[in-house]
């Protein structure tokens, strides 16, 4: 992390990476200049020229596209095109979806979808410094949040360190999540009980817990929200796992659009450090614990376990072969435990309430909330605590229905890399079964919605792009076949040699599932595939 967070602190600084930094760095820490050249290629965040006064990035993916895009992006061009002070350029979902069109002006976000808000964005735009984000956070909003007011924040961690020993402690508490039956909630869906055992399994005297805090998936915003409303949550269950599993100390790995969340974040940390939980000697248990903050330095690769272990190592953030796995030689080669934001808050939710509470929220057979995101198509995009077992149909009813009451046409219901489900599924139950026997998979659990007016190719294709443009290039299958894909469709697109387009496509498609190194390359066609095998009316 010394490299990359001295890179950071030169950008943020002086705007660019310059070569006098570079030399003055290889110089003191005695790396090669071609490491840091590497470092600084990488990473999205760095740039190597000084910029403009005012850096404007326009958000270029799903949910941005389906709010007139391109027509905000023409707005912006004419009004501010022809200035040498402003720079105009579109970047990767932001990670605002439910307040698309969403702009970054020098990294603050913006959000463009009316014309007052164009006229605050205006202002914005002459006036950087002068937007102030304070984010109005709501933590009784949520029903898995079991504390009244910041007071009690923490008090399950500290009754029970209180009136168990650590060893007690650390058996209660991988007991209860794995019972509960709790999934890992960024993607893979992996049992969350049973990974924590499986690192506190590991003899090893140096382990380390991880936040995944870097989504960066189109559609997928929910850690978010949870970051802003219950940031004391993330930080419980990341101290009750780390003393559970035997590490003594924590790292929040978030994603740098998150600035405004990140002061929230602090304040949670700052809050346990107070009451005693974070620091040395653990309320007189003997045992220490930290947790400390590492903002990336961009690029959605990183939210693969792997690959966010590079970067935290001062590496180009590229995913490792495995086996190992994390929980065996992670972090510095060290076991690991990585879970991402809504896992560890639901964790310290579970032992908090107790297994029976947990069952209680589900519908019928179902067990425990998921925390859903929904955007696109919907009158009220937002995120959503629901019980597992509800339709997707029920979720879209939440989030207002169909806005302008037109026909659901499809929706992806598990974020961009899931595959499109047709308006026949919305009855499917949330569960991560019923989802991959239905031909998709829950994946993050991000819902977006498309009428009957949008073309599902151009939405198939735009996400490709997505993957495209955020492959780090690291293994063939992928940084071929995402670019080679993106040029078959775009011949779909334009209606050219379909019949020999398809087969060729499929079997990129297939190549790139079975040897791309991470989930990246294996799913970075699936979303376009699907369009084209399960909506062939609405594209030949």
């Known amino acids: 992390m010394r490299l990359l967070r001295k890179l950071i602190q030169i950008q943020h600084d002086k705007g660019f990476i310059d070569d006098e930094s570079l030399l003055e760095i290889s110089s003191s820490e005695k790396v090669p200049l071609y490491h840091l050249e590497g470092l600084v290629s990488f990473y999205t965040y760095f740039r190597r020229v000084p910029p403009a006064r005012v850096s404007v990035q326009i958000c270029r993916d799903i949910a941005c596209k389906m709010a007139s895009q391109k027509a905000v992006a023409e707005k912006i061009q004419k009004e501010f095109g ?6 105009i350029s579109f970047t990767s979902c932001t990670g605002r979806c439910d307040s698309a069109l969403s702009v970054l002006v020098n990294d603050q976000p913006v959000a463009i979808r009316n014309e007052k808000d164009w006229q605050d964005f ?7 410094d002068s937007l102030k984000i304070n984010l109005p956070t709501d933590p009784l909003h949520w029903k898995c949040n079991p504390y009244q007011n910041q007071d009690d924040w923490y008090s399950t961690l500290k009754n029970l360190l209180e009136q168990k020993s650590l060893t007690e402690f650390a058996q209660h508490c991988i007991k209860n999540v794995e019972e509960s039956g709790l999934r890992g909630m960024g993607g893979a869906g992996f049992p969350t009980g049973k990974k924590w055992q499986m690192v506190a399994d590991e003899n090893a005297e140096f382990k380390t817990v991880i936040c995944n805090a870097d989504e960066s998936e189109p559609g997928t915003f929910k850690d978010r929200v949870i970051l802003k409303d219950l940031s004391h949550l993330i930080i419980e269950g990341m101290i009750i796992a780390g003393l559970s599993v035997g590490a003594e100390n ?3 790995f978030l994603r740098h659009a998150y600035a405004p969340e990140q ?3 602090e304040q949670a940390i700052k809050q346990a450090r107070k009451k005693g939980l974070l620091g040395q000697n653990i309320l007189g248990t003997g045992k220490n614990y930290e947790i400390e903050i590492f903002v990336s330095p961009g690029g959605y690769i990183l939210g693969e376990e792997t690959a966010l272990m590079e970067a935290l190592e001062d590496r180009r953030g590229e995913p490792r072969n495995k086996p190992p ?9 060290k076991p690991t435990l990585i879970n991402n934001v809504e896992t560890f808050a639901l964790s310290a939710s579970i032992i908090h309430h107790g297994l029976e509470w947990w069952q209680q929220q589900g519908i019928g057979d179902y067990s425990g909330l998921k925390f859903i995101p929904v ?4 009158n009220s995009p937002g995120v959503y605590e629901v019980p597992w077992g509800t339709t997707f149909r029920e979720i879209i009813q939440k ?5 302008d009451n037109k026909p659901l046409q499809a929706f992806l219901p598990g974020g961009a890399s899931s595959n499109f489900l047709s308006d026949a599924d919305l009855d499917l139950p949330l569960d991560f079964d019923a989802v991959r026997n239905a031909g998709s998979m829950l994946g993050t659990g991000a819902i977006i919605t498309f009428n009957e007016d949008r073309n599902l190719l151009e939405m198939g294709q735009n996400i490709t792009e997505f993957f495209r443009n955020e492959s780090c290039g690291k293994c063939v299958p992928c940084r071929i076949g995402c670019e080679k894909g993106v040029n078959l469709v775009n011949q779909i697109s334009n209606q050219q040699n379909l019949k020999d387009v398809l087969p060729v496509l499929e079997e990129i498609s297939e190549t790139m599932q079975q040897t791309s190194i991470c989930g990246l390359g294996q799913v970075a066609l699936n979303p376009v595939m699907s369009v084209l095998k399960n909506f062939p009316g609405k594209i030949l």
Do not use: C, F, T
């Open 82 to 87: 022809s200035r040498n002070d402003i720079e």
């Open 122 to 128: 205006q202002s914005v735009v002459e006036e950087p």
């Open 250 to 252: 924590g790292i929040v």
């Open 263 to 265: 002061r929230i974040l």
């Open 325 to 333: 796995y994390p929980v065996q030689e992670g972090y510095l080669g």
């Open 375 to 378: 955007s696109g198509d919907v």
């Open 399 to 403: 989030a207002g229905g169909m806005k």
